[in-house]
């Protein structure tokens, strides 16, 4: 038993070939990764006295000293031993040192134990201390272990919420199992008003108005005692409610919790003030000040974050880099985000919800909608509604974009339906509803509409960029009224504001709506001159799905000013019809063209109807062969 646990722990034959594995290069946060797996899977499906003894034996055999002493401390279950809970208790600090939080909450768990009974505010504290490593890992089984231990350690109520809550930090934006969690909290906090815990058990609960109210009186009551860092967290806290609820100066707040000058990561990056200030400037498009604050933050989480911050911050970024008009960056930062949220086991719907906004601008409508979706049934699963709203989004979006009208009206349906009845006043955070408007018009449900116009709040500033989103909607629902030259006022006057605020790809959809209505209304000249301005914005930001749909556009504004008898080219196909016709040639299916041209494959099959209508055929042999003849 002792040799296969040294081969899978690598230091038999089989060393090598993990080496170079690209899976276990992904996978890693260490050397060997994969031997190691393999070495857990083996002794794991031993005996007691065979897992002591292969312990006893790695421990001899592994290079490595954390997983060393890891080793050791396994291999003695159930006897307390002093000096090496020291070790086990160094080692832990190694691993969280080295941003292994997993393996930090596994020893610190393992260090409690080995640590004597007759020490309980040692064990106590190491127990403490492993729960919070395991909620930095997300590690909801690992957190419940320590958690248990320290509720029968006989702890004051603030160490038997730090604890619970550590639980409920574990299940991240997965919340449906822990929800019988708060009400503990909030009970045992009662004795400790001071506690942080009173606080996160309030706004976890999802009651914004209790959560305000319990984050000011927290951060008055830490300001008295004297406690900075639990004052800055109080009013991180405080500032985003009261920005979620449109309610007191949150700005202000922010500021002062700021200048506390409280490290970044005290408790945790996410929490921070520096975090929420650059979610705030994102919400307000301040996005070179996003940028700025997102790059310190990176580098902090690379030192001392744990992988959920660097989650958080990679999304963060791609959200400021698609707003910038710069689609290859946000794809990549999207990328990192899905591929670490995968690899260390995190929630997936916020990752998926990125990853489809970032395909959405600069890879395919196709895996934008395949990320949507996949992102909305994670976050279901998991009780996320907020990203199961965020997925239905995207989802509605992408098939507005792509002319499946009915398909976005029901997305929009159903987020509606599900969004929290509390939902937050500042319409900027959750920008959904214009999306919602330009469907139900464009679906003839005008009265809709109309009704989600009115629910636009009246503390919006008109000239800001989500006040710009509305005028938009609200243009295209005029231009259906017959006021078509006050709408397209309107439109004009939005996209100087997304100038100004440089928001490239949101001013090139407004030309884009601006080019549909003249074009409907037979102006020409006008409809030309608008899906040119967005098609160069596009071009500039390399959005291949958005530029590849107002080509279309130009492309049978281009058809309708000429004469249908050209047959000069390939019998008078378009660009965009051309180049479907050779990827059909060549053996392409509608969905691999759709991909490859960025479009739906609706989009693709309306265009191969009208291929086949111009050279006349019925198959795709028989267009294979009218192109040959075109072109011989």
Known sequence: MADRAAWACGTGPGLLGYGSDPWCRWRTCRRYWVPRALADGVVGSAGQQERTDAH??????????????????????????????????????????????????????????????????????????????????????????????????????????AALLAVVDSHSQALAGVAGLFERCRRLASSDPQS?????????????????????????????????????ASLTMRARMER??????????????????????????ANSPQYLAARHAIFDDRL?????????????AEQHGQEEDLVDIWRSLAEVEVRSGACAK????????????VAAGLSLGPACYTTALAQSTGGSFAAALRYAAYGERAAREEGDVLHRNRNLWMAGAVRLHTGDINGA?????????????RRPADPSVFRWQPDAIEALVAAGELTSAQNMILTFPATARQDSAT??????????????????????????????????????????????????????????AAARTAFQDARDLYLLARAQPMLATVQEHLDRLDGQGRSRSREEGRAGLTDSEARLADLVSRGATNQQAAQQMYISVKTVESMLSRIYRKLRVRSRTQLLAALLAHTG
């Open 244 to 269: 979620v609820l449109n309610e007191g100066d949150s700005r202000a707040t922010l500021d002062r919790a700021l200048a506390l000058d409280v490290a970044a990561e005290a408790d945790g990056i």
């Open 56 to 161: 006893r034996s790695l421990a001899y055999a592994e290079a490595d000293p954390v997983h060393a002493v890891r080793h050791r401390a396994l291999s003695r279950p159930e006897a307390t031993d002093q000096c090496l809970a020291e070790d086990t208790a160094e080692a832990a600090g190694r691993a969280r040192a080295d941003g292994e939080r997993a393996l930090s909450a596994e020893l610190f768990v393992l260090a409690a134990e080995l640590t004597p009974v007759n020490r309980p505010a040692l064990r106590l504290s190491r127990f403490l201390t492993a729960a919070r490593e395991a909620a930095a890992a997300g590690d909801s089984n690992l957190a419940r272990r320590a958690a248990n231990a320290v509720a029968a350690s006989r702890p004051t109520p603030a160490e038997h919420v």
């Open 409 to 421: 009206v029901t997305a929009f349906a159903l987020l509606d339906r599900t969004e929290d009845s």
């Open 467 to 524: 006040g710009a989103g509305w005028t938009r909607a609200r243009a295209l629902l005029l231009d259906r009224a017959g006021e078509t030259d006050r709408a397209v006022e309107l439109l004009h006057a939005a996209a100087e504001v997304f100038r100004r605020d440089g928001l490239p790809l949101e001013e090139a959809r407004t030309h884009l709506a601006r080019g549909r209505i003249q074009r409907a209304h037979r102006r020409q």
């Open 330 to 341: 946000a794809l990549a930062w999207a990328g990192k985000a899905l591929d670490a949220s």
């Open 288 to 300: 070179a000040e996003a940028r700025s604050r997102l790059t310190v933050l990176l580098a902090v």
């Open 196 to 232: 942080l815990a009173a606080i996160r058990a309030n706004v976890s609960n999802s009651d914004p108005h209790e959560a305000l109210g319990a984050a000011r009186k927290a951060a008055e009551l830490a300001r008295s005692a004297g406690r900075p860092a639990l004052e800055a």
